[in-house]
């Protein structure tokens, strides 16, 4: 399993301009083959930071995922509102056990 996390930030008044391209990007991205969850949040305490978490069944599934069209569509979005700051790492999960 490859699991994603990150973070970007954008001017906090920019936020809002952005959850219409998550939720449409969201929905698309969790009927993808090999998506096992995809979510975005916006952070409680710290007001234009987003955090990215997602799960994918492999390397293949995820690389597919950011050649589609919604991700290209996301990808726009996010020029648009002024990413100030985008990091997000995948990893290949070992072994692991619910806590």
Same mark, same amino acid.
């Given at each position: ?5 990150? &973070?970007? @930030?954008?001017?906090? =008044? #920019?936020? /809002?301009?952005? @959850?219409?391209?998550? @939720?449409?990007?969201? =929905? %698309? ?13 916006? &952070? ?6 987003? $955090?990215?978490?997602? @799960? *994918?069944? #492999? *390397? ?8 589609? %069209?919604?991700? %290209? +569509? *996301?990808? %726009? /979005?996010?020029? =648009?509102?002024?990413?100030?700051? $985008?990091?997000?790492?995948?990893? =290949? +999960?070992?072994?692991? $056990? +619910?806590?």
């Amino acid at each position: 399993m490859i699991v994603v996390t990150g &973070d970007l @930030r954008v001017a906090p =008044e #920019n936020v /809002a301009k952005l @959850r219409d391209a998550m @939720r449409s990007v969201i =929905e %698309a991205t969790r009927l993808e083959d090999g998506c096992l969850s995809y979510a975005y949040g916006e &952070d409680v305490l710290d007001p234009g930071l987003v $955090r990215i978490s997602e @799960r *994918w069944l #492999n *390397w293949q599934s995820l690389e597919a995922h950011g050649q589609s %069209a919604h991700v %290209a +569509a *996301w990808h %726009a /979005a996010l020029k =648009e509102a002024g990413v100030i700051h $985008r990091e997000v790492v995948g990893y =290949e +999960a070992g072994t692991g $056990r +619910a806590l």
